[in-house]
């Protein structure tokens, strides 16, 4: 599997509980690298493009309520299979059904606050990163 790019959210549940420093930790023991990395908080316009793809499902203005409730950290994670093994650490949508030892079962409060973010796909990967990093921004990790 070849070198793999990621887009990551720390959530504004996770910001306010000082988990910043814990989730890039288990970010790095996972072997995924931080290549570009700020901190932002999301206007509505912002958080209903991000998640355009909800936009007609009910829980969409919820959504977006807690998103721009506070400041998040966007990330670009690099590493093998990065997709996957992002969301493999992240757990479950719903903590209630995640794993062990996952973000989510670890660290979210519900299905709607719940930690983090991780694109679900190598083409969500690519949007995603794009929607809120230019080139410049992301720094390619060479050891
Ligand atoms: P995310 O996009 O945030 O990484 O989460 P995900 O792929 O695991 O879940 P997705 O289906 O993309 O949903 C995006 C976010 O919407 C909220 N949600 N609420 N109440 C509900 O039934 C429900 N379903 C989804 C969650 O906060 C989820 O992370
Ligand atoms: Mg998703």
């Not at 931080?34 to 829980?59: N, T």
């Not at 977006?64 to 493999?88: C, H, I, K, W, Y």
């Not at 409060?109 to 992301?138: K, L, P, Q, T, W």
């Amino acid at each position: 599997m070849a070198l793999e790019r990621t887009f990551s959210i720390i959530k504004p549940d996770a910001v306010a509980k000082n988990l910043i420093g814990a989730i890039y930790q288990r970010f790095e023991a996972a072997g995924l690298k931080i290549v570009a990395a700020k901190m932002v908080h999301l206007s509505r316009e912002q958080a209903e493009g991000f998640y355009a793809e909800h936009s007609e499902r009910p829980f969409f203005k919820a959504l977006v309520d807690f998103m721009t409730s506070g400041p998040v950290v966007v990330q670009v994670l690099e590493g093998e299979d990065a997709v996957r093994r992002n969301r493999e650490i992240m757990g479950a949508t719903n903590p209630a059904d995640a794993l062990a030892g996952t973000l989510r079962a670890d660290y979210a409060n519900s299905i709607d606050e719940n930690a983090v973010h991780g694109s679900d796909a190598a083409a969500s990967a690519a949007r995603e990163i794009a929607y809120f990093f230019s080139d410049e921004e992301i720094c390619p990790r060479t050891r």
